[in-house]
């Protein structure tokens, strides 16, 4: 008996180093396979990658271009541009290098299709005529010629402030206000509202010195 009992005894041993053995072994696969487990980390790495483009798409997608805030049929009595009106000057005082502000429109330009500000400005003898993007404030087109001629200052804000004479050529004008400017013509200095009713235009000038608004068309 005490020969025989060890052989069992030895078997279960053995079977249990081999068990052991084969945990081990399981264990060691396991720890050959975690990197496996980490092969989608690249692949959500370029996924984060992408995501991350998404901020560059979407500046682009959202950067000024031409009058895209300012549709071509805006009503300027109630909407305006990105640029204000002295924002414009400023711009085409630095083109000219300052001078004499006689005269400013702002309009849609159709063959650059973008809302645009045309100043005037007279510095020594050339007279300078220069377009600003109504929305990016980038020149747009800048053109000078030679003149003898002498022009006032205008003011968008004395002696007749824009507000009020928008407000006094409303009364009179009928429909949509597409255009308007503020000019200094034959010694006076005039503001003009164009409108369009349906098709019917209009133009409405309010002078700034006696306020009296004329209606033509």
Excluded at 2 to 25: D, E, I, W, Y
Excluded at 138 to 163: N, R
Aim: aromatic share 4%.
């Amino acid at each position: 008996m005490n020969t025989v009992s060890p052989v069992p005894f030895t078997a279960a041993v053995a079977l249990t180093l081999s068990l052991t053995l084969a945990g081990c072994s399981n264990s060691g696969d396991e720890t050959e396979q975690a990197p496996t487990s980490g092969d989608p980390v690249p692949t959500q790495s370029e996924d984060s990658g992408s995501a991350g483009s998404s901020p560059d798409d979407t500046t682009a997608q959202s950067a000024p271009t031409g009058a895209s805030d300012l549709p071509e049929d805006a009503d300027l009595s109630s909407a305006s541009p990105q640029v204000t009106p002295d924002e414009a000057i400023a711009v085409a005082q630095k083109e000219a290098g300052n001078g004499t502000v006689h005269a400013i429109e702002l309009d849609y330009d159709r063959r650059d299709g973008a809302w645009q500000y045309e100043v005037k400005i007279l510095k020594d003898r050339t007279d300078f005529d220069i377009d600003v993007d109504a929305q990016s404030g980038k020149i747009a087109k800048t053109e000078q010629d030679t003149t003898d001629d002498s022009e006032q200052a205008i003011d968008l804000t004395d002696p007749l402030p824009f507000d009020e004479a928008l407000n006094r050529a409303s009364e009179q004008g009928k429909g949509r206000l597409t255009s308007w400017k503020l000019e200094s013509d034959d010694d006076r200095i005039e503001y003009q509202f164009d409108y369009d009713d349906a098709g019917t235009e209009s133009e409405v000038t309010v002078d700034v010195e006696t306020k009296k608004v004329t209606v033509d068309g």
